[in-house]
């Protein structure tokens, strides 16, 4: 299980327009695909869009646009 600080948040937990750093990928079953997409801790990216009712979040990374699921959102730490 991870325990986050009072500074750390979750992809997730962000709302349009929030940019932010990825520090963090907790281990998962879709890791080296993220890994793929360019979704590295020290990457910058902004959220675009989220979807109601735990719908994807899209984000943009460099000039890609990312949609994740929520779950996966869930396993990535950003400041």
Known sequence: MLYLTSLEMRLSDLTIKST???T???DNPVINKLFEFGIIPGVEFSVVSVAPYKG?????????L???RK???E???VE
């Open 20 to 22: 932010g750093i990825i």
């Open 24 to 26: 963090d990928i907790v």
């Open 56 to 64: 994807p979040i899209c984000i943009q990374v460099d000039d890609d």
């Open 66 to 68: 990312i949609a994740l």
């Open 71 to 73: 779950k996966e959102a």
């Open 75 to 77: 396993n990535i730490i």
